[in-house]
């Protein structure tokens, strides 16, 4: 593995962290602080000021700013395999943190979601991984 | 009402995002992380008309999510928006042009399948 190679790696392993962390406990928060229905348009802008929505968001801005940050290297493709290992992290947060129940066919559903990213990310070599300082292929 | 908001979820989120692969890749790699060199690429970035409708489009996809997400389990809401992945990598296909091989499809279908699932 080169010096190249091997910054772009942890570099892309560090900022994907950032991305399924920050959209987990967005989502975790956002729900937190939500109250039971939006009755009215201007009720999903009051929703935003809220503390615990309002900190939902901010953790969102973070997701999508370290989202943005990672595709200006990563493929798509390669990306959203890796940040969707969040779906599993957040029926965690749901059942623990949010007393959801989760019945055993959603349970089947997310892991069949999981066992879809497994296969993709076993697929081909990330394009990502080639860097910029070889050939653009 | 509750499918109604995760077909505009899915459709904008899936625009969305691709309109943001297309910009960032336009603007090019990102390796300085000072964040004055951070403050110039966001500048910039705010100049970048397909990166602002990639904006519009996840603003939108938000709007709609915070909707759902207020009558509806977490649980429920965020792994059933995982569809978008599977329009995402057929438009990652199509129309970025990335490479995608028979195991992602096949994990695109798995991930379909899940998302099915879960909405029972």
């Known amino acids: 593995m080169t010096p190249e190679t091997a910054r772009l790696r942890s570099k892309t392993w560090i900022c994907a962290a950032i991305v399924v962390l920050a959209n987990v406990f967005g989502n975790f928060f956002l729900k937190r602080g939500m109250p039971p229905a939006l009755e009215s348009p201007l009720a999903y802008i009051t929703v935003l000021f809220r503390p615990w929505v309002a900190l939902g968001v901010t953790l969102l801005i973070v997701w999508l700013l370290s989202r943005m940050t990672l595709l200006s290297w990563a493929d798509l493709s390669y990306v959203l395999p890796v940040t969707s290992v969040g779906y599993v992290l957040v029926a965690f947060v749901g059942r623990w943190l949010l007393d959801e129940r989760i019945t055993s066919k959603r349970w089947a559903g997310i892991l069949l979601i999981v066992a879809g990213v497994a296969l993709v990310g076993g697929g081909s070599a990330p394009r990502t991984w080639r860097g910029k300082s070889g050939a653009h292929s | ?120």
Not at chain 2, 5 to 11: D, E, K, N
Not at chain 2, 34 to 57: E, F, K
Not at chain 2, 66 to 95: C, I, M, N, Q, R
């Open chain 2, 1 to 120: 009402m509750k499918w109604l908001l995760i077909a505009i979820i899915v459709a904008s989120t899936s625009v969305g995002e691709v309109l943001q692969a297309v910009g960032m890749r336009r603007h090019g790699e990102i390796r300085d992380f000072r964040p004055s060199a951070l403050g110039r690429a966001a500048s910039v970035l705010a100049r970048n008309s397909v990166v602002i409708g990639s904006v519009v489009a996840m603003a939108v996809s938000f709007f709609a999510y915070l909707g759902l997400l207020a009558f509806t389990d977490l649980s429920f809401a965020v792994p059933v928006t995982a569809v978008t992945y599977v329009v995402e990598t057929v438009l990652a296909k199509y129309v970025l042009k990335e490479r995608v091989n028979g195991l992602r499809w096949a994990g695109a279908a798995l991930v379909l399948c899940g998302v099915a699932l879960v909405s029972l």
